[in-house]
């Protein structure tokens, strides 16, 4: 637990720019800033979890980091080693130690291809166990994930949604990754069983050490998973701070509106309740200033013309507005 | 369903798993299951079955040969000694249209096995590496669809024609025409469903996984092309047969003595072979449309099963 550790990932100065396209020749437009200029890094075995809303490019954030989609500029190193600096064999090899499960345990299972071969293929492809042992660490990691051994041989469509995540997991535990990138991972999940694979997150991190980076927009998730905590708005970083500080003391507005809009299980209990008008401005086109001032209710003149900087106020607690 | 569900889950929660019958039902079986429910298409298919088992076994049991000349038997009815009469040269019209089939069959199966091929080879690479090759491919295939195919088989044809190609040789270089007309749009076809998979989430898990190019391509992409690759072909049959059959009947395909369900229709094309001798067109005249529209049956039966998405 000291401080010196270094961290596992690391993300400096991200950006990810779609561009938009129109007309015969399709010249660029514009872009639509998915990912603007967003630094963190996550330790060993922590658990970073990124929130909030649909549209703030938290997804996006996942997917460059593991190249999934090209950054347009900043820089991820991971264990030190920048990603995005790597012969693509080099990367191949690489990929074993940082995995992703993804939101749509439907989408993200080849229908044609039995459980089985899902799981253990990159297995045989990365040469990490012989071919007679495939089988076997498959089922033990089927049986890890709370799936049975005679499910090996089936297809995806004959699994509930929360078996697929399962398979889901099983596929990223197989490599023993170091990372994990969890994007939405129980979003398209039934409320019990969203219960189950959280509670599957946690076993493994604690038998495997995993470290995490949980993409979601549910704050109750993240509060009951996560060690750390970085709240996005419309592809930028608006705080970040460890769980504890981040629940007892949250800086940003947006964070405070989100806080107030968790659901608490008293029904007698009032609190205050920020509530945000309007709707996420377009990523195109983002307000001038501080991008939250559109619906932030204690906005003022400077906000519209300045964009706050990320700074930190002590901790690990970094916020980005004018007001703090 | 539901009883694969509650047996799962029930299995989950129970410490040991019971020994329940494992039930691994591919797609396919899933697939032939429901193509088994679509009366049509598998009467599209025993009508195509009988099709092939009576011009490929049926000449076997014939007592006569499709070029077999007997002048004694001129342009005789259907009668009991030869079931479906003679023609001007006393030939036998059953067995010469059992033979036709064959060469018909053939030329429209060969021709969709070489177009399948290069067309699926060619948009395979087209829609996997796209860029330049991409391109390139496609160009190419655009080029050839720009031309109508019907006048450009009649070219091709009239050259086969004008070089004095040996008649023999005739029937295989008709194959090759037909794949020339036949692989641009199923390059296509495949190349767009590449395009298509290779964005789905579970290709991407593929990248994250870093899985070697081999891999996903043969074990992840392929499989689910194969679906679609059935339908366009059965289909594709179809098309070569009615293709080759207008060759054949405008004389710019498979020659006399050769028999084919195109040219045994041009040799009975006079005014009076049509009124007083129907035994010699008839019968090659509905093998072809037989055949053909039991293929367009099974394949749209096929295509219902296999590629859901695509609407008639």
């Known amino acids: 637990m000291s401080e010196q550790r270094q961290p596992l990932l690391e993300v400096n100065g991200l950006k990810k720019y779609f561009p938009i396209k129109s007309g015969l020749l399709s010249r660029t437009v514009g872009s639509v800033k998915a990912v603007d200029d967003i630094s963190f890094s996550i330790k060993q075995g922590e658990t970073f979890g990124l929130v909030g809303e649909s549209g703030s490019g938290k997804s996006t954030v996942g997917r460059t980091i593991l190249r999934l989609t090209d950054k347009t500029d900043g820089e991820v190193k991971f264990k030190g080693v920048d990603l995005y600096n790597l012969p693509p064999q080099e990367l191949r090899r690489l990929r074993p130690k940082m995995q992703l499960i993804f939101q749509d345990p439907y989408s993200s299972l080849n229908p044609r291809v039995r459980i089985g071969d899902a799981i253990g293929e990159a297995l045989l492809d990365h040469g990490l166990a012989p071919r007679e042992e495939i089988r076997d660490r498959v089922m033990e990691v089927l049986a890890a994930c709370g799936l049975s051994s005679y499910h090996i041989d089936r297809f995806p469509h004959e699994f509930s949604g929360g078996q697929r995540q399962r398979v889901g997991i099983a596929r990223a535990l197989v490599l023993n990754p170091d990372l994990i990138i969890a994007d939405e991972p129980v979003s398209a999940l039934d409320v019990s069983i969203q219960a189950q694979i959280i509670n599957l997150f946690r076993k493994m991190q604690d038998t495997q050490g995993l470290t995490y980076l949980f993409i979601s927009h549910d704050l109750s998730v993240v509060e009951h998973l996560c060690s750390h905590i970085g709240v996005m708005y419309l592809g930028s970083m608006m705080e970040t701070a460890s769980r504890d500080e981040l629940f007892r003391n949250p800086l940003h507005p947006y964070t405070k509106a989100l806080l107030s809009a968790v659901p608490i299980p008293i029904p007698k209990l009032k609190r205050e309740r920020i509530v945000l008008s309007g709707e996420l401005p377009n990523p195109a086109d983002p307000p001038s200033g501080c991008k939250f001032h559109t619906r932030c209710p204690f906005a003022v003149a400077r906000c519209r013309e300045e964009v706050p900087q990320f700074r930190n106020v002590g901790g690990d607690h970094g916020v980005a507005c004018h007001l703090v | ?312």
Request: aromatic fraction near 10%; hydrophobic fraction near 50%.
């Open chain 2, 1 to 312: 369903m539901s009883t694969i569900h509650g047996e799962t889950t029930a299995a989950l929660s129970s410490p040991t798993p019971q020994p329940v019958k494992p039930v691994y039902t591919s797609l396919w079986r899933q697939s032939l299951r429901r193509l088994l429910k679509n009366k049509l298409a598998v009467f599209g298919f025993v009508v195509v079955a009988f099709m092939f088992a009576a011009c490929f076994l049926g000449p076997l049991f014939s007592p006569y040969t499709d070029n077999k000349i007997n002048m004694a038997f001129m342009n005789k009815a259907p009668g009991l000694k030869h079931w479906l009469g003679t023609d001007a040269l006393g030939r036998d019209v059953l067995t010469r249209v059992l033979q036709a089939g064959r060469i018909s069959l053939t030329v429209g199966l060969a021709s969709m096995v070489l177009s399948v091929f290069v067309g699926s080879l060619l948009g395979v690479i087209a829609g996997y590496y796209r860029g330049i090759v991409d391109q390139v491919i496609m160009r190419l295939a655009d080029l050839l669809l720009t031309i109508p195919s019907l006048p450009l088989l009649f070219i091709l044809g009239a050259l086969l024609s004008e070089w004095k190609v040996p008649t023999d040789y005739r029937m295989y270089i008709v194959m090759l025409m037909l794949s020339i007309v036949g692989w641009p749009g199923l390059a296509r076809m495949v190349r767009g469903q590449m395009l298509s998979l290779r964005e789905r989430e579970y290709m991407q898990a593929t990248v994250v996984l870093g899985l070697r190019d081999r891999r996903k391509l043969f074990n992840h992409l392929l499989p689910n092309l194969v679906p679609l690759l059935i339908v366009i072909a059965t289909l594709n049959i179809g098309g070569a047969i009615l293709y080759e059959s207008v060759l054949s009947y405008f004389g710019l395909g498979v020659m006399a003595p050769t028999p084919t369900w195109g040219n045994m229709i041009d040799a009975a094309n006079n005014m009076i072979d049509f009124q007083d001798h129907p035994w010699l067109w008839i019968p090659p005249g509905f093998s072809i449309f037989a055949t053909v529209i039991a293929i367009n049956i099974f394949g749209d039966g096929l295509r219902d099963v296999l590629d859901p998405k695509q609407k008639r």
